[in-house]
């Protein structure tokens, strides 16, 4: 596994599009962020995202922010998903520091209100999973939500992904409440032998929640 930061491989340097059985996955491009904003500016998506953009020029340019990191999910030729897969490091002591670089993703995804229900967004976030230990080599991946959106940890809980923290009330929502926070995560040696010691119980599948 190579910790050099400049020799790590980025999403642009693997093969897309990849596919899974329903879906077409790449990288995100400028012109996405069009074609993302009338679903994803809708209350229930608004809900639970970092930022809340005032308008589409926002979107736009908080969508470019974040290109080197985002992917988008297709269906039927519409994108229909968002997802990061943001490499970073974890914590190390000083002195090994550089060989700890870059070896940890988190994942994140979004998906169209118009399209849940239907195993989507679980097969979407599952495919994250695969590129980031098969494509980027990370050792170990994480995501992190509200507890408050069932939808999200379930979704998490689905493609074999641990709960690792409950935070009380350790995040403020732009409601002006503060609610709990969840961290699920996986090694990449529980991704390629659930079946081993502190291996994720769970497996992918279809979902009411997404």
């Known amino acids: ?3 050099d930061a400049t020799q790590q491989t980025r999403l642009d340097d693997l093969s897309w599009p990849q596919r899974t059985d329903r879906l077409e996955i790449r990288p995100g491009r400028p012109e996405d962020a069009a074609a993302i ?8 998506v608004q809900e639970w995202t970092t930022v809340l953009p005032t308008d589409e020029a926002a979107h736009q340019e908080r969508w470019l922010e974040l290109l080197d990191s985002s992917v988008v999910g297709l269906h039927e030729d519409e994108i229909i998903a968002v997802g990061k897969i943001h490499r970073q490091t974890p914590w190390s002591q000083a002195d090994v520091a550089a060989q700890a670089r870059g070896l940890e993703a988190e994942l994140g995804w979004v998906l169209d209100p118009a399209h849940q229900g239907r195993g989507l967004g679980t097969e979407f976030a599952a495919a994250l999973l695969e590129i980031a230990f098969d494509g980027l080599d990370v050792r170990r991946v994480q995501a992190v939500c509200f507890a408050d959106n069932t939808a999200s940890w379930r979704i998490m809980e689905r493609i074999g992904m641990r709960r690792e923290a409950w935070e009380r009330e350790s995040s403020l ?9 969840l961290t699920y995560a996986l090694l990449a040696s529980e991704f390629y032998d659930p079946a081993a010691p502190g291996g994720p119980a769970g497996t992918p599948g279809d979902g009411a929640d997404d």
């Open 173 to 181: 929502h732009r409601s002006g409440r503060w609610l709990d926070a």
């Open 37 to 44: 904003w009338p679903w994803y500016r809708r209350p229930e």
């Open 1 to 3: 596994m190579t910790t």
